[in-house]
């Protein structure tokens, strides 16, 4: 039985998403991240199966031509893709599985999850979008320059999504996403598949 529930988590570079899933799941149990497969090479302290299941290109044209994949995409000349299996199986041990993944890849799980939850975190401002992409001092102008254009153009699609999280002040940001969790897991549905021999014997004895 499924309790668990789907997450669809998008982000421009430099809105901080993947350091405020991390502190999420760090203070919230029966949360995880889908381990997605792919083509880039690994970075320094990466292990394969653990942040990443690092597939040849080939490989991975395999896998899409088998329909492994819920959603795929090819960022900045690397493909990135999440299996149907892996997620099935945590969902169906009441975790809550949250994609890390592009507008793009959201729009191809929506059409096939139509029950996923989206959430898209924007930075406070353009201008502190490219102060935090400064700051990172790992890329040289140019890319920066590319990357903050491609950032704006992601935004535009925060529309595409049922939540918006402003990260502006990093423990509010991350208490508003815990909320998101905690709130969809009132719901009617999701407290039926958790608690349904309760309920069952409510309506019995009512």
């Given at each position: ?136 001092k790992q890329d040289s ?34 208490e508003d996403l815990a ?28």
């Amino acid at each position: 039985m499924q309790t668990g529930s789907l997450y669809i988590i998008s982000a421009p570079s430099g809105a901080g998403k993947t350091s405020l899933i991390s502190q999420l799941i760090k203070q919230n149990k029966g949360i995880a991240v889908a381990v997605s497969h792919t083509t880039r090479p690994a970075r320094p302290g990466e292990e394969d199966g653990k942040h990443y299941h690092f597939t040849a290109l080939n490989d991975f044209k395999e896998m899409i031509a088998d329909n492994h994949f819920l959603e795929y995409a090819e960022v900045f000349g690397n493909f990135y893709g999440t299996s149907n299996q892996a997620i099935d199986k945590q969902l169906q041990s009441d975790t809550d599985v949250i994609l890390e993944i592009d507008w793009q890849g959201a729009q191809q799980v929506r059409k096939l999850r139509p029950d996923a939850i989206s959430i898209f975190i924007l930075p406070p401002s353009v201008e502190a979008l490219e102060q935090r992409l400064c700051g990172r001092k790992q890329d040289s102008q140019e890319i920066i320059k590319t990357r903050l254009k491609q950032s704006c153009d992601d935004m535009c699609h925060y529309d595409e999504f049922d939540y918006i999280v402003i990260n502006d002040n990093f423990d509010d940001a991350v208490e508003d996403l815990a909320s998101i969790f905690k709130c969809n897991r009132m719901k009617l549905d999701c407290q039926k598949q958790r608690h349904q021999a309760f309920l069952e014997d409510i309506t019995k004895n009512g």
